[in-house]
């Protein structure tokens, strides 16, 4: 339907043009001065609201954890996986072994990613 294709390319659109709208905003605010105390999450909850859609940009991109134990440790067993002896293994064979080696570990089954 043609009808339905116009609205979804202007909805698209409108959603891309408040998303710029919301960084153009926050650019021309300036630099704050940092309060003590005042962490960046929490900086984020006061003023999610003047930028709705730059909130759930930063939103994604602060839930990803810098580093975690998990990938120091895969790092450190990989040098017990290759040695002088088995440097030739292509790095998706390395991946799937420690892959399956943590998984193993940590009691994950191979279906545990499927339910949710």
Do not use: Q
């Amino acid at each position: 339907d043609l009808g339905f294709e116009l609205y979804l390319s202007r909805k698209k659109r409108s959603k891309t043009t408040s998303l710029c709208s919301d960084l153009d905003d926050y650019l021309s605010e300036g630099v704050s001065p940092r309060a003590p105390n005042v962490g960046v999450l929490d900086w984020w909850r006061v003023n999610a609201g003047k930028y709705p859609l730059l909130k759930e940009v930063a939103r994604d991109l602060l839930v990803i954890p810098v580093t975690s134990v998990a990938s120091e440790s895969a790092f450190s067993s990989s040098s017990r996986l290759l040695d002088p002896h088995r440097s030739r293994l292509h790095f998706e064979t390395v991946e799937a072994i420690m892959c399956t080696r943590t998984w193993i570990k940590d009691g994950i089954s191979k279906d545990a990613g499927m339910d949710g």
